[in-house]
């Protein structure tokens, strides 16, 4: 799968070379790529945290909507290799179409995120609650939205809150789930999932339907925690719940083995559940308790440990190679 954060930069390369690739080419998307992911962490750090002074809802809202961005990727994939799969260079131009539509969407969402959010009334509200803490992080979103910031005087007398390293050792577990969850999710998905998984009869599309199946499931996993029935808020039963997706690394790796189709999408599509379900779990528990500040940096602080999750699972998916061997 290819993110909808990755695209303008591939869309620009391709145009500017006229499709010819090249080294240099290469280069350039290996260096801009990186580019976009150090912009991404920080986008993604400063919404979760900056969220986290808010209500539970707008995380999870938030996260939702981080999923329903993979789970629209994955329809464009789909339509896109259906519309030009038989063309000449239909890979080229379904991949286009594809980066154009995403970043149609991606300078969007800046709009939006530059002018209308810092409008709204609730978030208006929080910010200058935080601020009324002792944060010092809000003063010009609080200008965007037209709040006059307290002064300096009143915000000192308000200031004193945990330090991060506290905030840290005293949500040591809570970071480190962050950091499992996504160190076995991207340890399968979709490297491992990209390569030949098993007995199927989809040909090329089999990757993309499985890609596809984890993006819905991480979509639903992050809706399930608003049936508080299903809700998962004890530290003790997170954590538990979060060891047991290793058991998903044999599974795989046995059914990819001796399994068919049908199994490794019924997989595929728990690691997304799964995926979802914990990662609104944690980041929804984790800032209850807190002032604003504290909130705000111990989201900030579990992004970090989710990130980290993240290029640690990515590093580790070439091990399924040497399974492959055995």
């Known amino acids: 799968m290819v993110s909808p954060d990755r695209a303008p930069d591939r869309l620009e390369l391709d145009l500017a070379t006229s499709g010819k690739g090249g080294l240099g080419t290469f280069i350039g998307i290996c260096v801009i790529s990186g580019a976009f992911g150090v912009a991404d962490a920080n ?16 995380i999870q809202s938030f996260l939702a909507g981080l999923a329903a961005s993979g ?35 991606e300078f969007l969402c800046v709009i939006l995120y530059a002018f209308v959010f810092p409008k709204i009334p609730i978030v208006k509200y929080y910010r200058n609650k935080a601020a009324s803490e002792g944060s010092k992080t809000v003063a010009a979103d ?5 709040i006059q910031m307290l ?12 330090s991060n390293k506290q905030l840290l050792l005293q949500n040591i577990d809570y970071a480190i789930d962050m950091f499992v969850i996504y160190t076995l999710t991207l340890s399968i998905f979709p490297g491992f999932l990209s390569e030949d998984t098993g007995s199927h009869s989809l040909g090329g599309w089999y990757a993309v339907v499985l890609i596809a199946m984890y993006n819905v499931g991480d979509l639903i996993g992050r809706y399930i925690p608003l049936l508080k029935f299903f809700k998962l808020e004890s530290r003790k039963y997170i954590t538990a719940a979060t060891l ?12 990819a083995k001796y399994g068919d189709q049908g199994w490794m ?11 979802g379900y914990l990662t609104v779990c944690v980041l929804t528990a984790a800032p209850k308790g807190y002032k604003g500040p504290e ?9 970090l440990f ?11 998916d070439w091990l399924w190679l040497i399974g492959k061997g055995w």
């Open 306 to 316: 989710l990130l980290g999750g993240i290029f640690a699972g990515a590093t580790l």
């Open 244 to 255: 047991s997706r290793f058991l998903l690394v044999p599974a795989f790796y046995f059914t």
């Open 151 to 162: 002064s300096k005087e009143e915000v000192e007398k308000c200031s004193e809150r945990f």
């Open 142 to 146: 609080l200008a965007a939205g037209g």
């Open 43 to 58: 986008v993604q750090g400063g919404m979760v945290g900056d969220l986290s002074f808010m209500t539970s809802e707008l």
């Open 295 to 303: 909130q705000n940096a111990l989201g900030n602080l579990l992004v």
């Open 71 to 105: 789970a629209i990727t994955s329809a464009l994939r789909l339509i896109t290799k259906a519309a030009f799969e038989n063309s000449k260079d239909g890979l080229r131009k379904g991949a286009l179409l594809f980066f154009a539509i995403s970043s149609f969407f």
């Open 265 to 275: 999408i019924m997989l595929t599509s728990f690691l997304g559940l799964s995926n």
